[in-house]
């Protein structure tokens, strides 16, 4: 198993950025891809960004995709989702995810999961 700690979430005005940060302990680090995912209330948990093991590769959902950049230092078991331009559709709770599998979309392919973090955005 690898445990997830989130963190960097807060209140920002429309227009902000934050940047949330995702510290993972456990099995190795490097063997998995992670992801961001994020649920709004009364929504579904949805797919944010996904990056594979090297770093080299990424994948973003539309709704982000040009604001939102994930990263990943594996010398320091972190992954980062630096959010630019924040818009209030965009307030979440944002969830860390590994796998061993390969990642990708969608939220049954991960099997380990962060606590979340708070991403609220003013309008």
């Known amino acids: 198993q690898v445990q997830l700690v989130e963190s960097g979430g807060g209140l920002v005005q429309a227009g902000g950025s934050l940047r949330l940060s995702c510290a993972a302990s456990g099995r190795t680090f490097v063997n998995n891809a992670m992801a961001w995912f994020r649920q709004a209330p009364g929504k579904e948990r949805e797919f944010v960004a996904v990056i594979g093991w090297s770093g080299g590769s990424t994948f973003y959902a539309d709704s982000v995709k040009g604001r939102f950049t994930i990263s990943r230092d594996n010398a320091k078991n972190t992954v980062y989702l630096q959010m630019n331009s924040l818009k209030p559709e965009d307030t979440a709770v944002y969830y860390c995810?590994?796998?061993?599998?390969?990642?990708?979309?969608?939220?049954?392919?991960?099997?380990?999961w962060g606590q979340g973090t708070q991403v609220t955005v003013s309008s």
């Open positions: 995810a590994a796998t061993l599998a390969g990642g990708g979309t969608s939220r049954w392919s991960y099997d380990q």
